[in-house]
Nanobody, 118 residues
């Protein structure tokens, strides 16, 4: 069974940086997009950034210019570089892989806590 394993979360001061990684435990046959979502206490899970198999990236307005998503297709890995972090970025971050073949299926990571605080 495929698992997504996340790493890189932690506590950082405002203005600092973190890099999240998410790797699949086994090969996934066809992934259309990889992405990162986050959920803060009392709020809905929201899309932070996503990247297609061709490398086209999309970002939430709140993180544009500060976050950067990238992927390594050969390693089934996605990264999220987070710079200029703000307290409002504090949340649990989840990675997501959208498989399209042999059938559509969403894989989710277990979540990693990011806390931005002085």
């Amino acid at each position: 069974q495929v698992r997504l394993v996340e790493s890189g979360g932690g506590l950082v001061q405002p203005g600092g940086s973190l890099r999240l990684s998410c790797a699949a435990s086994h090969s996934i046959s066809r992934i259309s997009s990889m992405g990162w979502y986050r959920q803060a206490p009392g709020k809905r899970r929201e899309l932070v950034a996503a990247i297609t198999s061709g490398g086209t990236a999309d970002y939430a307005d709140s993180v544009k210019g500060r976050f950067s998503i990238s992927r390594d297709n050969a390693r089934n890995t996605v990264y999220l570089q987070m710079n200029s972090l703000r307290p409002e970025d504090t949340a649990v971050y989840y990675c997501n892989f959208k498989q399209i073949l042999p059938y559509e299926y969403d894989y989710w990571g277990q979540g990693t806590q990011v806390t931005v605080s002085s």
